[in-house]
Structures are given as structure tokens and as C-alpha cells.
């Protein structure tokens, strides 16, 4: 998948996403999410507002909010959430088939959605298969940034393997587990690590 457009992944899986939180009751968009700070009703705001968002709109809203990117963020969540969660889910379907987006890679994108639907799903109990090869192509991105979420950084000295696919990387005691889970702690979700295995473990979470 790497020499390939991410759209047709990003927009299948913000769809199934939508289609998973139809039946949410109100009480239960106000769980936290595996996002920080934020529930879940507030982190699909976001997916929204990311889908929504140009270069252009970027920089004049990013000026706007004194060059504070956390304030300009909060500001976008807080407008795309609307007055319900009905409306949160029905401003996420307007957008879910959008390709405009923030400066960035493509690849970031991609790895928006995968991470922010499993910061969503996992604490509301909602299982899903996300494809292999969208999960390894985010993690080989993410494996050499530090930006945002410093990913490159948390893995240094390790070795990471997937159990469930042929992907590996770096060097230095072993840390395994399914691909999905390598992807979200190299991305600083801790709520995975009871996923994971090996003597590089120890070392990971007190990154994590």
C-alpha cells in the first residue's frame, strides 16, 4: 500500500466508523477516549475538523489563535461538535469522504483516522479489524518522527515486531505484539502495552 492513494482506506474506515457509533446513546459519547483530555464525542469533533480543514483555512485560523495550535485545535472541536451528539455523527458523515485536510503528509492523515477511531472504540468495548497494510504503512511513518507525537524518540533502542504480520524495526531488546498495537504505543497510547510482550517492555512503558 505504500506507493498507493491512503484516500480509499481513510474513507472506508472514518464510514465503518460512523456506522459503529450509530447506535450510541447520548450518556456514552461522553466517555474519556484513549486521547488525553478529551472524550469520545469530542475526539470524532476533531476527525471533523481535520476533515474539514484546508491548507488555506489552516493558517488564517492558526494566526487567528495567536500561533497556539492546542487553542486553535479546541477551538475547531468545539464548533464541530455542535449542540448534540446526533449532530456530532451527522458533521463527521458530511465530511467522511473529504480529501482536504491540514499541511502535512498524506500518511499523517491515514494515521489520524486509524489512531483517533481505536482512541474512540477501545473505551467504548467496539472491536474492528483494521487493514495490515494501512496499520504497517502508519508505523513505518510514524517510527521516524518525532513530530507531534514523538514516535521516533519513545522506540529508540528497541526492537518492535509484529506477531501478526511481517513488519520489524530497530535494534536493542524486543518489544512484540499485533501490528495494531506496535502502531498505537510507537503513536504514545498506553492503553495498549498490556498487549505487548517482551524484555524492551519495561523500558517502552516508562516512555509511554
Given at each position: 500500500m505504500a506507493n498507493t492513494s491512503p484516500w480509499p482506506t481513510i474513507h472506508a474506515e472514518r464510514t465503518a466508523l460512523a456506522a459503529d457509533l450509530e447506535s450510541l446513546t447520548d450518556k456514552r459519547w461522553d466517555t474519556p477516549s484513549?486521547?488525553?483530555g478529551w472524550t469520545v464525542r469530542e475526539v470524532l469533533g476533531h476527525m471533523t475538523a481535520t476533515a474539514a480543514m484546508t491548507k488555506g483555512k489552516f493558517f488564517v485560523k492558526l494566526i487567528g489563535s495567536g500561533f497556539r495550535l492546542n487553542a486553535m485545535s479546541n477551538k475547531e472541536v468545539a464548533r464541530e461538535i455542535g449542540s448534540s451528539p446526533a449532530d456530532t455523527l451527522g458533521r463527521f458523515k458530511e465530511h467522511s469522504l473529504s480529501t482536504t485536510h491540514p499541511p502535512g503528509p498524506l500518511d499523517s492523515w491515514l494515521g489520524?483516522?486509524?489512531?483517533?477511531?481505536?482512541?474512540?472504540r477501545r473505551p467504548l468495548g467496539i472491536s474492528h479489524s483494521y487493514p495490515l497494510d494501512a496499520?504497517?504503512?502508519?508505523?513505518?511513518?510514524?517510527?521516524?518522527?518525532?513530530?507531534?507525537?514523538g514516535g521516533k524518540k519513545r522506540i529508540a533502542g528497541l526492537t518492535l515486531r509484529a506477531t501478526?504480520?511481517?513488519?520489524s524495526t530497530g535494534t536493542g531488546p524486543e518489544v512484540a505484539g499485533p501490528a495494531f498495537s506496535l502502531m498505537l504505543v510507537i503513536a504514545g497510547r498506553p492503553a495498549v502495552l498490556d498487549d505487548l510482550s517482551g524484555e524492551g517492555l519495561p523500558t517502552l512503558r516508562v516512555r509511554t
Open positions: 484513549m486521547c488525553e489520524e483516522t486509524l489512531v483517533h477511531s481505536e482512541d474512540i496499520v504497517t504503512r502508519v508505523a513505518d511513518f510514524y517510527k521516524g518522527s518525532n513530530l507531534l507525537i501478526d504480520a511481517d513488519w
